[in-house]
């Protein structure tokens, strides 16, 4: 038996109004996605805690069958592992965004216009982080260089908690109610405005009409996580196919292999058809394979209505589509599961805790039930603990 998880991040949501009441789910064209909860089990999975911040770190170690309340550590040590970072005891890791913020007489007047900074390519990114490093780094402060937007930072001998604010949760608003309660991150942010604002590598991009990456934002902040391997708990070779690093840093945390796929940029333009080819790959020599696709998260953070529903059709097009009906034209025995990690409303541009809809299929089940959306996966079972769900998938818990 191979199984297969497709996690669309953040593709639930609530209805819109420009989408004539629908969700994204309910509005997209997704015949896959539709036959896997008609002929299998469909329902809703509580997959963050109240208590927990409904994150994507949360989530998808829920999904992957680590109960967060005992794992979780934060955010970015995930990240670190992913990007082979070595974390020692006393250190602390942070991601640190390059973001875009407005002009303003104070650092504390300016407003978060952009958490992602235009989408910045890796390569422009690499080069601003390399300078910020050279400029700021020092004996117990570590910029290291990620993806696109997504680096970190390491605060060597660091044990204090602080308060810090998600960029993606403040879009449009003013930064002043939002800044860090730390003087040497703060800091850190306001020399690295100074640095960014006249950099070269800024000029040439304002002068094509992108925004600059003016400013790190930090936040997400944990300790190096320590996760039972995936082997251990299932019995099962697996691999994490994502082009986000905190995903793969859980991966790699439980034991898996994490994938890297050409083309995988995290947004729409990504390579679907890559991630199925690699996930096709995968399952030759592993029987689990986790496909992680970010598209419809960054576009529910950027209320971008069309282009959500768009990620959920090329998912189900080119991510679904080419692993169900290659495996059954193998006469392969495979269980798929279909799920979100979180939604992440168009009205509001951020995660919420809410339940999410998932949808189980395993070869050869028949049933003939409803579409799957958030509407009709709440006439059908719920989960309250969502790492258990992984224990359905593998364990045979449920079948249609």
Known sequence: MKYIVILGD????????????????????????????????????????????????????????????????????????????????DDTAFRANLVTLSDGAAYEERTMLDYSAGDISTAEARVLIADLHAALGNGFLSLYGGVAYRHLLVWHGCDAAYRLTPPHDISGKSVAEYLPDSTIILDLMKKSNEILKNHPINSDRISKNLRAANSLWIWGQGKKPALPSFYEKYGLRGAVISAVDLVKGIGLCAGMSAVDVAGATGNIDTNFGAKARAALDALKTDDFVYVHIEAPDECGHRFETENKVRAIELIDEQVIRPIFDTLTKENTAFSMLVMPDHPTPLSLGTHVHDPVPFALYRSGDGNANASYSEKNAARGMYIEKGHTVMDHLIGGGFHA
């Open 10 to 89: 953040g593709m639930s949501d609530y209805p819109v109004a420009a989408l004539g009441g629908k969700t994204p789910l309910e509005a997209a064209r997704k015949p896959y996605m539709d036959a896997i909860a008609s002929k299998g089990v469909s329902g809703l999975v509580k997959t963050v805690p109240d208590d927990l911040p409904p994150g994507s770190d949360v989530a998808n170690l829920s999904v992957m069958g680590y109960d967060p309340r005992e794992f979780y550590t934060g955010r970015s040590p995930l990240e670190a592992v992913s990007m082979g970072v070595a974390l020692g005891g």
